[in-house]
Structures are given as C-alpha cells and as structure tokens.
C-alpha cells in the first residue's frame, strides 16, 4: 500500500532543493557594465568660445552638393554594395547566436521510441526450445541546468552586446560606402574639368603655334620659335591621356562600389558635369556629439560592453553548477499496450557538479578575458581620440582649402588676363614668343590648380561629414539573405556537383 506521508517526504526532498537552486539562479558573478565617461573637450579647435555650437547636419549630407546623379548613385550603391551585403550577413548570423544563448535559459526535452524482434534460446537435456517476442519502447527525457551563478545570463548578455555591435559595424561600413562613392564621384567630375581645361589650353597653343609659323614664313619669327610653340602644345596634350586614365579608375570604382562590373558606369557618366560644390560653412556640433554619432566608436563601446560580460562567464565556470534531469519510460510487448499494460519507469533529481582540481586552468581564463577587456577599452578609447582627431584635421583642412582657393581663383584671373595681353601684343610685333609662352603655360597651370583647390574643397567637404558620423540613415532590410536555399527537406541524396 502507498505511503502517502512517505511519499509526500521524498516529494519535498527532491523538488525544495530544486526550488531553492531555482531561486538561486537569479545571482550573477563578475563585473556589471557600466558605459565609460571620458573627458571630452567643450569645443573644437577652430569654434568662438561665446559662440554656441550647432548641433552637426549629418542627415543626408551629401544631398547638399545639389547634384541628382551622385543622389542616385549613393542609393544603388547602398542597395547593391558587397561590403554592405556581407555586414547584413554578419547582423543575422549575431542575431542567430543570440538565440542560441537564450536557448541555454531553457529546459531541454528529447523524446525516443524503439521496437526489436528478441529471440531467447534455452537447453534442456539436448534439446533447444527458442522463443521469439517483440518489444517496444517510448521514452521522454528532459534537463534544465540551473543558471546558478549566471553563466548563461552572461553569455546571453555578451550576446546582445555583440548583436549591438555588428548593427554598428554595418552603419560604419554605410558610412564608409556613402564617402567613397561621393569622393570617387567628385573625382570623377574633377578629371572631366581638367581634360576639358587641358584641351582648351592646348587649342589655344596651338593657335599660337600657327601665328608663328605664319609669322616665320613673313620673315618675322625663326623655325626654332615655331617648334617652341609646338613643343608647348604637344605637351600640354600629353597630359590628357594620364587624365584620362585617372578618370576611368575613377568610373570603375564608382561602379564597383555599386556592385556592377567595372565598365558599366562608363556611358551614363561620359556627359560633363561640373564639380560638384558644398554649401558651407557646415556646423559641427560639439566634440561629444562624436560619442553617439560615430558608429566606429559606437561598436568599440560594445565590444567593450560584450568583453565585460565574457569575465562573468569565466568567473561562473569556477563555481559548481546544478542540473535538474528526469525521464519516464514505458515498456511493452504490444505497441498497443505503450502506457496501458506496459511497464512504467521515471526518474527525477538534481546532478551537482562542482569544479575540486583544474590545475590552476578556471582562474587563467578569467584572466585571460580581465586582460581582453581591458584591450577592448583601450581601443574604445583609441577610436574616440581617433575622431577627435579626423573632425579637427578635417575642418583645418577645408577651412584653410577654402582660403587657398580663392587665392587661386585670383592668381588665374591675372595669369588669364596675361595671357590674352601677351597673345595681342605678340601679333601687333611687340612682345616675343617667349613671353606669349611663358604666359601661357602659367595660365594653364593656374587654372589647373585652382580646378584641384575646387575638388580638394568638395573631398574635405566630404571627409568632415564622415569623420563627424555621417552616414546612411535610411531603412535597411537586413533579414533577407544573399542565398534562398529551397529544397532543404528529407530527401535522396544527389550526386556532387
């Protein structure tokens, strides 16, 4: 007869200390997380410090170079680019590691059926008599390690910190696309306006190489004035195919960048723009802006964040850890009989394990993930002094482009104007080619510098809203993946490819 007293003692005995162990799996061991305050500056380098700082424009950034075509080719680039393509990959797969962490909070249960033919033999005064028999079986096993001191909590946090940081990782790889196509772009208008400057130039050379031989078969200039004259124009068209072949990289990478091969971009681009020109001066914020905005500096924080959690997943390895297992069984001759005229066998109970000798191995790896977190900071640290720096070279540099700029823009108008003045008195006879050449060849240069001071302004444009965290901030989908794999189910194996 069943003890109901007995019974109800070893219900206690078996499920208190589970409960308890239950309970106790809400404490954790390691250091909790804590986001770092580092000093920053009040202002940069170049701001009043009456003035107040604006908060820094990063939305769409480069919609203020007022060009459609360069609009158009950072949305297919942010569509098509492999680099982004393959951080969306990198968010999923930490999206799926998450899930797995989370999964080692949770009970497990397998399930197992079994059916065998048994035949027995028995001998009795040399005669063998066998019987045959089937059986079949049906089981359900389940565990559920107790998270006692927060080793899976740990995991599942550090987790969570890396999904953060592959999220950052994929807005610093937009931001990085979004600069090199618009600088490639830049580039690309740049080289147009310096061959069609260059082919000008040359013309214009030219032109003055036929006055002197005109002016030779007069009587008034030498053949050695004339091959001076066209030795200046054959060499100003000399550095047209050098320009040319610097504007087809350009086109190439801007394709590429697009994901498309290297020449499709050749056709739609061949029609001469001007170079693209910025609205300025831009506002920059304040040097803490860089915190939040900065996703380089955002994914060092959380590579940070996740090395912190992984100490506490080393600290709980050393300390004993508790799993609650059981199963039931059910046993019959009959697969009818399963769980009615069957035997029935279960099974319930913690399994204590805690770690006595490991050769000193538990601590090690402790210290090993202490010294990888404080790497981690360092290189968080790294990466916002790393900031600091490109906003304030960055802004030196298109600041003081902007005044060598119009210092340009002044030297060609005069150099321009000598030309033309050289070129008149050359042809009333009161002026020598020298002059005229001389002249020439210093407006050519003068023009081609201040076209350079105009790219130079539109790249250090661009490098200011990259280095302050300007990027693409429009919706990515991010779950879909490159490769849809159908046909995945039970079925017959095929032969290799």
Known sequence: MFDFERGLATAKGLFLPAFAAALLSGCVVG???????????????????????????LSKWWQRLRDPELNALVEEAVAGNLDVASAKAKIREARASYRQSVGTLLPTADGSASATRNRSTATSSGTATGTTYDQYQAGFDSSWELDLFGANRRGVEAASYGLDASEEELRSTLLTLVGDVTSNYVQARGYQARIALARRSAASQRQTAQLTRTMALAGSATAADVAKAEGQASGTEAGVPSLE?????????????TGRPPAALTERLKRVKPIPAPRLPIPTGIPA?????????????????????????????????????????TTSLKLGDLGKNSTIGWSFGPTLSVPLFNGGQLQAAVDVARAQRDQYFVAYKAAVLTALEDVENATVSLSQERIRNGKLASSAKSYGDAARLERTLYKAGETSLLD???AE??????????????????????????????????????????IIDVGTGPRLASKAQ
């Open 31 to 57: 250091p909790d997380y804590q986001k770092p305050l580092l000093a920053m500056p009040a202002s940069w380098g170049g701001q009043k410090a009456a003035k107040p700082a604006k908060p820094a424009q």
């Open 245 to 257: 072949a610097s504007y087809a990289e350009a086109v190439h990478r801007l394709s590429v960048l």
């Open 289 to 329: 802006d860089i915190l939040l905005t900065r996703p380089d500096v955002r994914m060092a924080e959380r590579q940070y964040a996740q090395s912190t959690a992984k100490i506490g997943q080393a600290e709980a390895a050393r300390y004993p850890s508790v799993s609650l297992t059981g199963d039931i069984s």
């Open 436 to 438: 005229v050449l001389d």
């Open 441 to 482: 060849r210093s407006a050519y240069s003068a023009d081609d510098s201040a076209l350079q001071s105009r790219i130079s302004i539109a790249t250090d444009y661009i490098a200011l809203n990259k280095a302050l965290g300007g990027g693409w901030d429009g919706a990515i989908d991010t779950a879909r993946p490159e």
